[in-house]
């Protein structure tokens, strides 16, 4: 008998032999994470065979990674017709408890793909009694004083959603007293994504209510959740506290990860400062086909194997925005947490999508209407959706949705595809209808996406079209709010100035990637990132601001 009275059938420790390699790999990750922790963290899976058989095996086999490495962690799992699971009240296969006796944390489906990473940290901030959480935010959370039932709908798939599911953990794991919270994955409950019309992910609720699309900086997080409606702007209480460094990066794309390798080896204090998921566009491609040496590979893979390297070298800051820069000596750079005292700065901001600017757009942006198929995609398995544009980035999705089972019709104001060849022939080779010379007028629907206006540009004619969602895939833009701010020159077409070692009109800032217009590729942006690091090493030891005039 366990401590909940309970006959729970105790999960065996060893697994078929078949299965060995692959867990012997998974555990030489688990095991110095776990291997000190200091408190039993008990698991409850609550399973019905027959109802999402893979993903109760794929949790089954995560959990026992990590109880080879640790035998703090117990697994005890019961039946869906067991009294604990009426007790508490739980009806969905699989579901997983944390701890059940001191946190009421809840995980609607199996911690696989990104989520395992979300599933660890929780058991980490569990077995470990402390969420991490930062000063800041924990004023802010300190002023939560009625209870707050948190919902964080995420998919295995999406970059973003452990950022949020952390989020909302950390702040369990503070107050458990009046916080409760449960992890939804949408690919194992499509009933409840579809109840609160949560069809982009991450998206958070608290109480019911909308409280946060997408993922946010851990300050932001708790100022939603007790304002209880999404909060964009976080002013700390406090001074910010500050950190030295010879060269700031903004932005953890392929860019800014190479400048911090880069910059790193050659001796300089170099920080990477990344607002949301790193690998900024690569995070969200879902494959890569151009990278030398990988013949085809998942964008978060690549962008993983780039983060570990750039770790081993530079300090990362991840879930910061950079607000402002004040160019000076030194160049102050202020984030929604801290202050950075630089002597460089590289602007690696690259590049965000653009909107359709449709009416019902931006109204039902998150209920249909999506700028991510790799996070979003699974929603809309065996259902009808449009993806607007005709480049690389629309055929690219367009084939991903089409394999992932979701019925996509191409939608294009022009006449051919702007897409490489290879990638177009794809599209007719999967027989996925195309929409020429169509445009989307309006995107229509009460609570959610039901129809999409539709406009032939030649023979001036509209027809509506019945969909479940609208991806959007018509470019990018450069992310230069930033560099406007602060006075850094731009270009007709809006890019970054710069000259041929990546120097803009303001002495000690630079930049790379995307930003910088010209291909927009990963290996053009990574070997402007080592560039404009070379650059600036040298104009560290010889700042040419002070020997002659910046260059025009
Ligand atoms: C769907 C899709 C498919 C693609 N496929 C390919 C492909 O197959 N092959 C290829 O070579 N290229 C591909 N690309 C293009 C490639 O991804 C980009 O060229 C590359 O990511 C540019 O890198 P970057 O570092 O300059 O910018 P980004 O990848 O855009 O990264 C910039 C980062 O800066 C961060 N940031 C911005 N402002 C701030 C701030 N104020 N504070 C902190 N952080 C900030 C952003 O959050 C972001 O993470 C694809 C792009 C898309 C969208």
């Not at 609607?108 to 979300?118: K, M, N, S």
């Not at 077995?127 to 709908?153: A, C, W, Y």
């Not at 160049?331 to 653009?354: H, K, Q």
Request: hydrophobic content about 40%.
């Amino acid at each position: 008998m366990d401590r909940w009275g309970a006959e729970g059938m105790e999960e065996p420790r060893r697994e078929p032999v078949s299965e060995r390699a692959v867990m012997d790999q998974l555990e030489s990750q688990l095991e110095p994470l776990f291997k000190d922790l200091p408190n039993e963290v008990p698991l409850l899976l609550f399973t019905r065979p027959g109802k999402n058989d893979i993903l109760a095996s794929a949790a089954r086999f995560l959990i026992r990674a990590i109880r080879e490495v640790s035998p703090k962690i117990t697994l005890r799992e019961f039946d869906l017709s067991h009294k604990l699971a009426r007790q508490w009240s739980i009806d969905r296969s699989p579901t997983l408890l944390i701890d059940p006796d001191r946190y009421r944390i809840r995980w609607l489906g199996a911690p696989v793909g990104e989520e395992a990473r979300t599933f660890v940290e929780a058991l980490l901030m569990v077995g470990h009694r402390k969420s991490g959480m930062g000063e800041e935010s924990l004023r802010v959370l300190n002023k939560v004083d009625t209870e707050r039932d948190i919902k964080v709908f995420v998919s295995p798939s999406c970059p973003y959603c452990p950022q949020q599911a952390v989020n909302a953990l950390k702040a369990v794991v503070e107050k458990p007293e009046s916080l409760s919270l449960e992890i939804i994955d949408i690919q194992a409950n499509p009933d409840l994504a579809d109840q609160y019309s949560a069809q982009s992910v991450p998206q958070t609720y608290a109480n019911d209510l909308l409280i946060a699309q997408g993922a946010q900086a851990e300050e932001l997080f708790v100022l939603s959740l007790q304002k209880l409606e999404q909060q964009t702007v976080f002013i700390p209480d406090i001074d910010a506290e500050e950190v030295e460094a010879d060269l700031v990066v903004v932005g953890g794309g392929p860019a800014g990860l190479t400048a911090g390798i880069y910059a790193a080896r050659s001796g300089l204090r170099a920080v990477v400062v990344e607002k949301g998921a790193l690998g900024g566009q690569v995070a969200t491609t879902p494959v890569v086909e151009n990278y030398p040496g990988l013949t085809q590979v998942g964008g978060k893979t690549l962008v993983d194997l780039m983060v570990t390297h750039a770790l081993e070298y530079a300090k990362i800051f991840q879930s910061e925005e950079v607000m402002d820069i004040q160019p000076g000596d030194p160049i102050v750079v202020t984030t929604n947490r801290r202050r950075f005292l630089s002597r460089a700065v590289l602007l690696a901001t690259g590049a965000t999508y653009r909107h359709l600017d449709v009416p019902g757009e931006s109204r039902l942006s998150g209920h249909g209407v999506s700028y991510c198929s790799t996070c979003d995609g699974p929603l809309f398995k065996g259902r009808k959706v449009i993806i607007v544009g005709g480049g690389n980035s629309a055929v690219t999705e367009a084939l991903h949705l089409h394999n992932i089972g979701v019925g996509v019709t191409l939608v294009h104001r022009r006449d051919s595809l702007r897409a490489q060849e290879h990638l177009a022939k794809s599209v007719f080779s999967n027989n996925i209808p195309v929409l020429f010379n169509t445009e989307v007028k309006e995107i229509r629907g009460k609570d959610r996406v039901q129809e999409v206006l539709l406009h032939d540009n030649r023979t001036e004619k509209t027809q509506t079209l019945p969909v479940d969602g609208v991806f959007v895939a018509v470019g990018y833009a450069p992310a230069v709010e930033l560099a406007k701010k602060i006075g850094v020159e731009l270009t007709p077409e809006g890019y970054i100035k710069h000259d041929d070692r990546h120097r803009t009109n303001i002495p000690g800032i630079y930049a790379a990637g995307d930003v910088e217009g010209g291909y927009k590729q990963i290996v053009t942006a990574t070997g402007q990132g080592a560039e404009a690091s070379m650059a600036i090493f040298e104009d560290l030891v010889h700042p040419y601001w002070k020997t002659r005039k910046v260059a025009e």
